[in-house]
């Protein structure tokens, strides 16, 4: 289970920060990333980071979000600044166990003045 919480109402060129955090160990997931989905678009790569911590990034979400872990607190983040009109979507956790990839359910990010 990947619980995401974060998401809400902001700005264009403020800033948030999305939390998933899963019922596993987030060190039992080979890989764990960030997806996102907006009205009419497919579901895209923002950003993943690996077990041994190695990050990738969308070209969206190049220079401006972050994908980072915190061990002790069980849970992977996404820090998204200065935010844009078009990084409105729902945002997805998700994590590769195995051959399965788990999705959690969601959080919507709008951005908006």
């Known amino acids: 289970q990947l619980v995401e919480s974060g998401g809400g109402l902001v700005q264009p060129g403020g800033s948030l920060r999305l939390s998933c955090a899963p019922s596993?160990?987030?060190?039992?997931?080979?890989?764990m990333g960030w997806y996102r989905q907006a009205p009419g678009k497919e579901r895209e790569l923002v950003a993943t980071?690996?077990?041994?911590?190695?990050?990738d990034y969308g070209d969206s979400a190049m220079g401006r979000f972050t994908i980072s872990r915190d061990r002790a607190k069980n849970t992977m983040y996404l820090q998204m600044n200065n935010l844009k009109s078009e990084d409105t979507a729902v945002y997805y956790c998700?994590?590769?166990?195995?051959?399965?990839?788990?999705w959690g359910q969601g959080t919507q990010v709008t951005v908006s003045s």
């Open positions: 980071i690996t077990a041994g911590g190695s990050t």
């Open positions: 998700a994590a590769a166990l195995g051959n399965a990839v788990k």
């Open positions: 596993l160990s987030i060190f039992s997931f080979k890989k």
